[in-house]
């Protein structure tokens, strides 16, 4: 178990755990021209008439087209695993016991756990030192009803990752920030209402996205809203969450719970991808669901200027590609180029679609031939067919492409132009992206690209 920090800053943990571990056919001709009657030197015989024909005139008959042949898809681009950790999911830091609501907020006499489990990855960037990470919680449970006793924080771990078949990976929780509203900038009750710490909890906020500011501070973006929050360095709310420029809710917003107003967004749709322009002021939001009114597979790229506190005008649009439902993430590359995550709702053997895409931020802005149409996407990761070379995977063979089939593939982060890191949130207790009755673990995948971003 992972001994916990407390609420504050981040505090040095000194223990580690040790992890183990994808041809045509030819056209039919015409009616044929009559014969021709033979011609007479002397005075033609008056002609006579003739019978009407019962038998119809014949029709040309149309050509069948050729078949057309499938054309087959393009080989997914090169893609080596070079690098991996695995988090065990029944890892615990410390805090009040954990787990007493169920689906419906109904609370039970125990709980399932005496304390706070090291969950719920749901993005990532890196940390203060080499091989340091901050990594953002989920909202605990997976649902609002069944979090309120789930502590929202940052983690901070050391991560050495395994490089080759049989060497040793490390990972250590190196510390702790639980978020919390001090200064009472949140506008609706909170869980912990009467608590002075005013500590946040997964009924609270659903924290799905992460940006660390050049000053130390940081960006969440949530889903219960949707909104952008800000905290400082040591976890605290620096002003009130930030809506969406138009009133578009999701079902989880105090408004709609409220009967307020409506939803315009499904459960767990707002800001699952957000990264930092190039600007270093900007944050680019995705959100993770269409918004109703919007064409259906259609999501909107959005810009906040942290400077000014306004949404920028230019709405951008997203599309998804056939087989898959949702955004999960996304990360800068250089200049406002970034790599985007795409998935479908499958998990283990059953995932077709795990695809990571870059886009192009600058070209999309600069064309006004592109106003209202979708941006311009390039697949650049399959994480279907990732190369195993190295034997990394330990369950395969070497030489077998590794999978990353996890339902929630949720955090990547581009360190050069070759190579990406990639987290899934294991939605804790979740099981089936390693078998249906294997309780997901938290993998982190280093990938060596062959053609660069």
Same mark, same amino acid.
């Given at each position: 178990m992972?001994?916990?920090?407390?609420?504050?800053?981040?505090?040095?943990?000194?223990l580690?755990?040790?992890?183990?571990?994808?041809?045509?056919?030819?056209?039919?001709?015409?009616?044929?021209?009559?014969a021709?009657?033979?011609?007479?030197?002397?005075?033609?015989?008056?002609?006579?008439?003739?019978a009407?024909?019962?038998?119809?005139?014949?029709?040309?008959?149309?050509a069948?087209?050729?078949?057309?042949?499938?054309?087959?898809?393009?080989p997914?681009?090169?893609?080596?695993l070079?690098g991996?950790?695995?988090?065990?999911p029944?890892?615990?830091?410390?805090?009040?016991?954990?787990?007493?609501?169920? !689906?419906?907020?109904?609370?039970?006499?125990?709980?399932?756990?005496?304390?706070?489990?090291?969950?719920?990855?749901?993005?990532?960037?890196?940390?203060?030192?080499?091989?340091?990470?901050?990594?953002?919680?989920? !909202?605990?449970?997976?649902?609002?009803?069944?979090?309120?006793?789930?502590?929202?924080?940052?983690?901070?771990?050391?991560?050495?990752?395994?490089?080759?078949?049989?060497?040793?990976?490390r990972?250590?929780?190196?510390?702790?920030?639980?978020?919390?509203?001090?200064?009472k900038?949140?506008?609706?009750?909170?869980?912990?209402?009467?608590?002075?710490?005013?500590?946040?909890?997964?009924?609270?906020?659903?924290?799905?996205?992460?940006?660390?500011?050049?000053?130390?501070?940081?960006?969440?973006?949530?889903?219960?809203?949707?909104?952008?929050?800000?905290f400082?360095?040591?976890?605290?709310?620096?002003?009130?969450?930030?809506?969406?420029?138009?009133?578009?809710?999701?079902?989880e917003?105090?408004?709609?719970?409220?009967?307020?107003?409506?939803?315009?967004?499904?459960?767990?749709?707002?800001?699952?991808?957000?990264?930092?322009?190039?600007?270093?002021?900007?944050?680019?939001?995705?959100?993770?669901?269409?918004v109703?009114?919007?064409?259906?597979?259609?999501?909107?790229?959005?810009?906040?200027d942290?400077?000014?506190?306004?949404?920028?005008?230019?709405?951008?649009?997203?599309?998804?590609?056939?087989?898959?439902?949702?955004?999960?993430?996304?990360?800068?590359?250089?200049?406002?180029r970034?790599v985007?995550?795409?998935?479908?709702?499958?998990?283990?053997d059953?995932?077709?679609a795990?695809?990571v895409?870059?886009?192009?931020?600058?070209?999309?802005?600069?064309?006004?031939?592109?106003?209202?149409?979708?941006? *311009?996407?390039?697949?650049?990761?399959?994480?279907?067919?990732i190369?195993?070379?190295?034997?990394?995977?330990?369950?395969?063979?070497?030489?077998?492409?590794?999978?990353?089939?996890?339902?929630?593939?949720?955090?990547?982060?581009?360190?050069?132009r070759?190579?990406?890191?990639?987290?899934?949130?294991?939605?804790?207790?979740?099981?089936?992206?390693?078998?249906?009755?294997?309780?997901?673990?938290?993998?982190?995948?280093?990938?060596?690209?062959? *053609?660069?971003?």
């Amino acid at each position: 178990m992972l001994a916990s920090s407390g609420h504050g800053a981040a505090f040095a943990i000194a223990l580690a755990f040790a992890l183990v571990l994808s041809t045509a056919p030819q056209p039919a001709f015409g009616q044929t021209k009559p014969a021709t009657p033979d011609k007479k030197t002397t005075a033609p015989a008056p002609a006579k008439k003739k019978a009407p024909s019962k038998k119809p005139a014949a029709r040309p008959v149309a050509a069948k087209p050729a078949a057309a042949k499938p054309v087959p898809p393009p080989p997914p681009p090169g893609v080596e695993l070079i690098g991996m950790v695995v988090m065990p999911p029944d890892a615990f830091r410390g805090g009040p016991p954990a787990g007493r609501f169920d !689906n419906e907020g109904r609370r039970s006499p125990q709980a399932k756990y005496e304390s706070q489990p090291v969950q719920g990855v749901s993005s990532i960037k890196p940390g203060p030192t080499p091989g340091a990470w901050w990594a953002l919680s989920d !909202n605990g449970f997976g649902r609002k009803w069944n979090s309120p006793d789930y502590r929202l924080c940052l983690y901070l771990f050391e991560l050495r990752p395994r490089t080759g078949a049989g060497t040793d990976s490390r990972n250590a929780l190196q510390g702790v920030i639980e978020l919390s509203d001090p200064a009472k900038f949140f506008p609706w009750r909170i869980a912990d209402e009467n608590d002075p710490e005013r500590v946040l909890t997964g009924a609270d906020a659903d924290p799905e996205s992460l940006v660390e500011m050049p000053d130390g501070t940081f960006w969440i973006g949530d889903e219960f809203g949707p909104w952008l929050m800000h905290f400082s360095e040591d976890g605290e709310l620096l002003g009130a969450p930030v809506e969406l420029p138009e009133i578009v809710f999701s079902p989880e917003h105090p408004l709609v719970l409220s009967n307020s107003l409506r939803p315009r967004l499904e459960r767990s749709r707002g800001f699952e991808a957000m990264d930092l322009a190039g600007d270093d002021r900007t944050l680019v939001t995705i959100l993770e669901g269409t918004v109703a009114g919007d064409a259906p597979k259609t999501l909107r790229l959005q810009r906040y200027d942290t400077l000014t506190g306004k949404w920028l005008p230019g709405t951008l649009i997203y599309a998804l590609d056939p087989d898959t439902v949702a955004v999960t993430e996304m990360s800068r590359i250089d200049g406002n180029r970034f790599v985007v995550v795409e998935r479908d709702e499958l998990e283990g053997d059953a995932a077709k679609a795990k695809r990571v895409y870059s886009i192009d931020l600058d070209k999309a802005l600069a064309d006004k031939n592109l106003a209202g149409k979708p941006l *311009t996407k390039k697949l650049v990761i399959d994480l279907l067919h990732i190369g195993n070379s190295r034997g990394l995977a330990e369950s395969l063979p070497p030489g077998t492409p590794f999978r990353f089939p996890y339902l929630t593939t949720e955090s990547i982060q581009v360190l050069d132009r070759t190579h990406v890191v990639v987290v899934n949130d294991n939605n804790f207790s979740a099981k089936g992206g390693r078998g249906p009755s294997v309780t997901d673990a938290t993998e982190w995948i280093w990938l060596e690209l062959a *053609t660069p971003l």
